[in-house]
C-alpha cells in the first residue's frame, strides 16, 4: 500500500511569489490535514479537509490555502511569500473524518529566498 | 489553550540504556494520544496509539503511557540502540472534532554506540 506523497521535495521561491505544494492521501483515506514545521517553531496546524471541504484552519493568514480534489488529493498555495514561510510542510491524512490516526508524507521543504 | 511540553530537550545517552521520555499538557482533557518519531529532514513515523479508553500501548521496545488526571504521557525506550537516535514528538487532540493534532516540540535522542 503505497502511503502518503508529497510533491515536490523541495522547492525554493523568491518573496511574492507563489507556491504550490501537493499530497496524495493513502488510498481509501478521505481526509487530508496539513502541519507547518518552521525551524524552532514546531510543528503548526496549518488546514484540515474532509470530502472536498475544509472543516478547519490553524492561525495562519489568508494567503495560505487550499483544496481537495474529487479523488481526496490535495493541493496547499501559499501567496506573496515571505521569507518566514521558509519550511517543511507535511501532508498527513486519516481514513475518514474523526479518525485516530494521522499518516504523514515525507514532506515538501519550501525554501523562500 | 491546550499547550504540549516535551521534557528533556535533548538527550544523549550511550547504547543500551533504557530511557524514558516526557510528555504534558496544560489541559488534562487531551484524546488518542500519539507518539511520533522524525528523522532530520523527514516526515513523521507513528509510532504508537493510546485512545481515550486506554492507558499504555506496546510496541517491540516501546511503551507509551498515558495518565490523563495529571495530563502526561512517558515513552519507555528499552535497550536503546544507535538507530533509536531521532526526534520524538507527542502529540494529542483537545476537546472538540477539530482535526487538529497538538504537538510538543520533540525532544530530540542520540544514542551513542
Known amino acids: 500500500e503505497a502511503g502518503v506523497t508529497q510533491s515536490p521535495t523541495h522547492l525554493i521561491k523568491t518573496r511574492g511569489q507563489q507556491a504550490t505544494l501537493r499530497c496524495s492521501p493513502i488510498?481509501?483515506?478521505?481526509?487530508v490535514y496539513w502541519y507547518q514545521q518552521a525551524l524552532g517553531l514546531g510543528l503548526q496546524f496549518l488546514l484540515w479537509?474532509?470530502?472536498?471541504?475544509?472543516?478547519n484552519r490553524g492561525n495562519f493568514p489568508p494567503r495560505f490555502s487550499g483544496r481537495q480534489f474529487p479523488n481526496y488529493s490535495s493541493e496547499l498555495n501559499v501567496n506573496a511569500l515571505e521569507l518566514e514561510d521558509s519550511a517543511l510542510y507535511l501532508c498527513?491524512?486519516?481514513?475518514?473524518?474523526?479518525?485516530?490516526?494521522?499518516?504523514f508524507g515525507a514532506g515538501s521543504r519550501l525554501t523562500v529566498l | 489553550k491546550q499547550e504540549v511540553t516535551q521534557i528533556p530537550a535533548a538527550l544523549s545517552v550511550p547504547e543500551g540504556e533504557n530511557l524514558v521520555l516526557n510528555c504534558s499538557f496544560t489541559?488534562?482533557?487531551?484524546?488518542?494520544l500519539q507518539w511520533f518519531r522524525q528523522d532530520p529532514g523527514k516526515g513523521l513515523t507513528s509510532l504508537l496509539l493510546?485512545?481515550?479508553?486506554?492507558r499504555e500501548q506496546t510496541s517491540g521496545r516501546l511503551n507509551a503511557s498515558l495518565d490523563k488526571s495529571s495530563g502526561r504521557s512517558t515513552l519507555y525506550i528499552a535497550a536503546s540502540q544507535p538507530g533509536d537516535s531521532a526526534t520524538y514528538l507527542c502529540?494529542?487532540?483537545?476537546?472538540?472534532?477539530?482535526?487538529?493534532?497538538?504537538f510538543g516540540q520533540g525532544t530530540t535522542l542520540q544514542v551513542k554506540p
Open positions: 479537509y474532509d470530502e472536498g471541504e475544509e472543516r
Open positions: 488510498s481509501g483515506h478521505t481526509s
Open positions: 498527513a491524512s486519516s481514513l475518514y473524518r474523526g479518525a485516530n490516526v494521522l499518516t
Open positions: 489541559d488534562s482533557a487531551i484524546y488518542n
Open positions: 502529540a494529542g487532540y483537545g476537546s472538540g472534532n477539530t482535526g487538529k493534532l497538538i
Open positions: 493510546i485512545q481515550s479508553s486506554q
